[in-house]
């Protein structure tokens, strides 16, 4: 006879079964042979597990588990790179073909190509001239209205937001030796 409701809970930690559980489970192994011989089987393979000597690991486990957990870290440390290197190169590449196909028609003639280039960099120059000016006038706005305390306390916190976003990056960049010095640190 089939069993298997009753054969799972004898696999039980005896603890983890309700009262309702295991009075339906006595009852059933006093009047079922095959659920009894079962129920004997187990606990006579728990006594036989028991009555082996308990094996310690050897001294240097946890070095060599840590040790290849670490490799194991920068190993995918290093693809996550090597994804994002080469994400990042299909990306240029694809620009960088999208800018030829763009400019096939010009690439024909090298001097209208050059002339081209030429006036986008007097207009960029010609931006960026107007917008240090616009910049210029406007710090020269905003000097004359805020304190010179307000500058030092603004100074103060770029510093300490840079010092941050350095800790922060090389928090991200080598997990596993920053959390090693903290653990030498306390």
């Not at 840590?66 to 290093?78: C, D, I, K, P, V």
């Not at 710090?139 to 350095?166: D, E, H, R, Y």
Request: charged share 15%; proline share 5%; glycine share 4%.
């Amino acid at each position: 006879m089939d069993h298997p409701y009753i054969q799972e809970r004898l696999l039980d930690i005896p603890a983890t079964l309700t009262p309702q559980e295991s009075a339906l489970l006595a009852a059933h192994v006093a009047a079922c042979p095959e659920c009894r011989a079962l129920k004997e089987n187990l606990q006579n393979l728990e006594r036989a597990l028991q009555a082996q000597p308990m094996l310690a690991p050897s001294a240097d486990f946890a070095q060599r588990w840590q040790q290849r957990w670490n490799l194991e870290r920068q190993r995918a440390f290093r693809r996550q790179l090597l994804v994002t290197f080469i994400v990042c190169l299909g990306a240029a590449g694809l620009s960088l073909g999208l800018l030829l196909a763009s400019l096939w028609p010009y690439l024909r003639s090298l001097e209208l190509l050059l002339g081209i280039a030429l006036y986008q960099a007097i207009a960029w120059g010609l931006a960026l001239l107007r917008g240090l000016n616009l910049a210029g006038v406007a710090l020269g706005n905003l000097i004359q209205w805020l304190p010179p305390s307000f500058w030092v306390l603004s100074m103060g916190i770029l510093c300490q937001l840079a010092v941050l976003w350095v800790v922060w990056l090389r928090t991200l960049i080598n997990p596993s030796q920053n959390r090693q010095r903290r653990l030498v640190i306390l």
